[in-house]
């Protein structure tokens, strides 16, 4: 008996860590962080929108880089349909000095980004929804009282050149939730830069 | 003069040769083979590319556990996450600089979607990442390794 209880406690610790991170279907987390213009944004900030495209996204990494203008292109497709995009850098800026919020800053306005990007300064953020790499989708639907995680993973299947790509993920995720389907895949993987931690 | 010429071209062969990495380029269905060979070697695959920082901090150590294996039937092989377009301007002169003699690899399929999964169930596909497996042990590492981790798990996994 006593076996079989320690067994099962070892089954829901093992259970536990596995599941670390938000997958399509959980609620998303609340979060309130710092924009480069020095406001708060809270996800609650996006309750009259049908979602939000969270992106976990850095300066330096080239994969990041490579992405950067389709990110500004999502946005500026879908932030009147009610998607608008919320870039969130996850780095530790003492571990990747490119991801200061002066940095930060300096590259929103380089590149006039269309939308809000805010430093996940505790880097508790990226940790509740598992983010590992950037960039790092989460597509969130909103549900009336809560944002609901949707889709998680790449933007497209081709990093490096967007002439090459063949599906889009995150626009066919969108495009399903219009329709009143579930994103189909609803989970995709990619390579990425590690999320640089304080050590 | 004929023969000069000739023997500075062959000489200029062999130390290029030398010199140059030489990387084969593979697609999904060779990586996972790689990822799965049966036979009594243990192999060490590390997932990297030349834009990542951790990953070139770390490549050193693997460089030295290919020139020093701690047993014979170990095989080291690094596996590039770099563009293909990037080989000539990039990965070559990196491994030059390096001196990197271990198998290099790069992977050319860039649906990753399609592959990653196959490799490692657990890898979301950040990269420094390391699989190590023989016939008995297999062993995925999705994170920076220090010298001492890789030889320590090297050691357990041969064990």
Redesign the interface.
């Known amino acids: 008996m006593k076996r079989t209880i320690l067994t099962s406690l070892l089954a829901i610790m093992a259970v536990m860590l596995v599941n670390a991170g938000l997958k399509p279907g959980d609620d998303a987390t609340s979060f309130t962080l710092k924009n480069v213009d020095g406001k708060s944004v809270s996800l609650s900030d996006y309750k009259d929108q049908k979602g939000v495209i969270l992106v976990f996204t850095c300066n330096p990494c080239p994969f990041a880089k490579a992405y950067e203008q389709r990110i500004i292109k999502l946005h500026n497709t879908y932030v009147d349909k009610g998607f608008p995009v919320v870039a969130i850098n996850p780095n530790d800026a003492e571990m990747s000095p490119d991801d200061t919020m002066e940095e930060m800053k300096a590259r929103a306005d380089d590149k006039d980004y269309p939308f809000v990007y805010l430093k996940d300064e505790s880097q508790e953020v990226y940790k509740s929804y598992g983010a590992t790499k950037t960039p790092h989708i989460f597509l969130l639907q909103n549900k009336g009282d809560k944002f609901k995680v949707v889709y998680v993973g790449a933007i497209d299947d081709n990093a490096m050149e967007e002439a090459s790509v063949t599906t889009r993920y995150v626009e066919k995720a969108i495009a399903a939730l219009g329709s009143g389907s579930k994103p189909n895949p609803s989970t995709t993987r990619a390579i990425g830069c590690t999320i640089k931690t304080k050590t | 003069m004929r023969y000069k010429i000739l023997a500075l071209l062959c000489s200029a062969l062999l130390f290029s040769q030398v010199r140059g990495q030489s990387i084969k380029q593979i697609g999904s269905d060779e990586l996972e083979a790689l990822s799965s060979l049966d036979n009594d070697t243990t192999y060490v695959v590390n997932f990297w590319?030349t834009?990542?920082s951790?990953c070139v901090k770390e490549i050193g150590y693997f460089e030295e556990l290919h020139r020093n294996p701690p047993a014979e039937d170990l095989k080291v092989i690094l596996v590039s996450?770099d563009?293909?377009?990037t080989i000539e301007r990039r990965v070559i002169p990196f491994l030059q600089e390096k001196e990197i003699t271990a198998a290099v690899y790069l992977m050319t399929d860039?649906?990753?979607?399609?592959w990653?999964?196959r490799i490692d169930p657990d890898?979301?596909?950040?990269?420094?990442a390391t699989l190590m497996y023989n016939g008995r042990n297999r062993l995925f590492l999705?994170?920076?390794l220090s010298r001492d981790e890789l030889f320590k798990h090297v050691k357990q996994m041969m064990n």
């Open positions: 590319a834009w990542c951790p996450l563009f293909p377009n860039l649906d990753y979607n399609s990653i999964e890898w979301s596909g950040a990269i420094p999705e994170k920076e």
